[in-house]
Each structure stands twice: as structure tokens, then as C-alpha cells.
């Protein structure tokens, strides 16, 4: 499935637009889409990777690794979701999931930056009875070696800002998707410092819009709390007066690009596809590759080839 869009065709009234892997088996889906002019950049976003030891799934990371080396990106961003049901487990019980995930991460070539998903906090609200973390996002910390879970860069003349989408909440829905108030002050000072016309990246897990659920369940259905971040609207207004141009979001496992704006924004899909079960809503296991170059963004979603071996059953 393809698609060129021209800028012309964007502003044409449109508001929004939306391309979905939604119940249609695809190897690549693409589109193009006019951006302001900055350095080339080539990268790389994978997403919700649940790594573990079951089903063989360090081999398919291991393929994964190596069909992301062969892009050739200048930058790799992960999404989030890393490993496998931390949030309601111990550290202990989580441990080889991690090194199962690092050995991953390790075999990445070149500059890699991720996200944290809500399976990557560990013992937030433990299912054993074991006390809950003091800090659950520490062993992610700890991991991969930053000392917070937002944080910002430039490269290739693009202002990149890694956020945190997770708040816990206990209780029946456990947690929502909110960036926090002491991270929205973090952003409006970052960008005090960037410059109007620098275009801006930012990645974070919980996706700040979708059209998942108006694609498969009816156009008036809303996303519930746990998927989307409920307090979008707070986040994209501190860029009215920057040129963010992309958003790359994880957590729903299909492969999706809207645009609203200026802004594009895609969800990338899943490492894992349907939690290593096969694909999700026509989405199969992959990743999506960008390109921002000559005032145009590029985008693909590429599938590795790895057929699922998790048990109907489990």
C-alpha cells in the first residue's frame, strides 16, 4: 500500500488525513509528505519490541537487529514497551527479559534512542504480592544508561525531544497515557532555547492521536484513557509557535500516519506484531523507516520476515 501526498493536497481543506494498517495483510505501506528544508536525515523507529525468552523471540530480535542494520540510518529511535509485562512483575522475574531486550539494543548499529512504555516500568503494581518499586522506571534507567526518561538532542539540524507518556494509576484501569506537569515545563524550557524554525521530532509511546478506533470499531468511537494521552491538546499547543514535524508514537501495534497541520504523525507499528502472535489489525512485525530530506518526509513500514511461534494458546 502507497501513497504520494503532495503539500498542495494536505492544505487542500482536508484538516486531517490517515493511512491505517487496518485489516489489509501489508509488507511496506508509504507516503511522502513536503517539510521544511533542514540537513538529510535517515532514521529508524521500532516499537513495542515485549522482549522475552518464549517462542524464539530472540531470534526474531536478532533478525530484527539486522534488518534494522541494514537501512543504514543515522539514528535509531525505539518506542517503547521493550520488554514484556514489567508492570505488574518483579525485578527479579523481569531480569532475563531485559537482557534479552539489551542484547537486542546492543546489536544495533549506531546512535540508538528509546522511549519508555508502560511494560518497561517494573513493579509498578506487582500481581505476586511483592511490595510495588519505590521508583519503577529505575531498572529502565538503569538499563539504558540515562539518567530521566525525557530528554532532548539535536542532530542533522533537527531538535529531537524523548518523552514520557505513563502515569500510574492504580486500580482498575491501572494507568493512562499524560505527560506530566513537571515534564510540560521541562518542554516549554527546552524549547525557549530552539530556535522557531528548527524542525522539531518528537517520540513517546502512548500515541497523542489515533485513528485506530475510528478505523475499527465506528468513526464515533473515542480511544480509551490507556491508549491514547489524554492531555494531547496541552502538548501540542507549547509547539504552536515551533515547526514540529513529526511525531513518532508506539503502543497500538499498527501502522498509521495522520497529519494535522504541519505535523505528521505516525505510530510504528510493532516489533513484536501482535504480541509475537502474528499481525495486528493487517499490521505484521516491523518497523518504520523515515526520511527528511530536501523538505520532504519519507515513510515506510518494513517487515523482517519473522513468522510467528507462540502457541495459539498462550
Do not use: C
Request: aromatic share 8%; no cysteine; charged share 20%.
Amino acid at each position: 500500500m502507497s501513497q504520494q501526498i503532495s503539500r498542495r493536497e494536505f492544505l487542500r481543506g482536508l484538516g486531517a488525513s490517515v493511512i491505517a494498517g487496518t485489516g489489509i495483510p501489508l509488507a511496506r505501506a508509504s507516503g511522502t509528505a513536503d517539510l521544511a528544508s533542514a540537513d538529510p536525515l535517515r532514521l529508524v523507529f521500532y516499537t513495542d519490541v515485549h522482549a522475552r525468552e518464549e517462542w524464539d523471540t530472540p531470534e526474531a530480535l536478532a533478525m530484527a537487529a539486522d534488518a534494522i542494520n541494514a537501512q543504514g540510518a543515522d539514528i535509531i529511535i525505539g518506542g517503547g514497551d521493550l520488554i514484556t509485562d514489567g508492570f505488574q512483575s518483579s525485578a527479579a522475574s523481569v531480569a532475563s527479559r531485559w537482557d534479552t531486550y539489551m542484547s537486542f539494543h546492543n546489536a544495533l548499529r549506531g546512535e540508538v534512542h528509546t522511549a519508555i512504555g508502560n511494560h518497561d516500568l517494573v513493579a509498578a503494581i506487582p500481581e505476586d504480592g511483592s511490595a510495588p518499586a519505590e521508583d519503577p522506571r529505575a531498572e529502565y534507567r538503569k538499563r539504558l544508561g540515562v539518567d530521566r526518561t525525557y530528554y532532548a538532542f539535536d542532530t542533522h539540524g533537527y531538535h529531537f525531544m524523548i518523552l514520557d507518556s505513563i502515569q500510574v494509576l492504580g486500580g482498575r484501569h491501572k494507568y493512562q497515557g499524560l505527560v506530566d506537569a513537571q515534564q510540560l515545563a521541562w518542554i516549554r524550557e527546552d524549547l525557549a532555547a530552539v530556535p522557531a524554525e528548527r524542525p522539531i521530532v518528537v517520540a513517546l509511546h502512548i500515541p497523542l492521536v489515533t485513528g485506530l478506533y475510528q478505523m475499527t470499531e465506528g468513526a464515533t468511537e473515542a480511544a480509551p484513557a490507556g491508549r491514547v494521552v489524554v492531555n494531547n491538546r496541552d502538548v501540542i499547543q507549547l509547539f504552536e509557535n515551533h515547526n514540529l514535524q513529526l511525531v513518532l508514537q508506539g503502543h497500538l501495534h499498527v501502522s498509521e500516519m495522520l497529519h494535522w497541520g504541519s505535523t505528521r504523525f505516525i505510530t510504528g507499528g510493532a516489533l513484536s506484531g501482535r504480541w509475537w502472535r502474528g499481525p495486528w489489525h493487517g499490521t505484521d512485525a516491523g518497523f518504520a523507516v523515515v526520511t527528511l530530506s530536501d523538505g520532504q518526509i519519507g515513510w515506510e513500514y518494513v517487515t523482517y520476515g519473522w513468522k510467528a511461534r507462540r502457541p495459539r494458546n498462550a
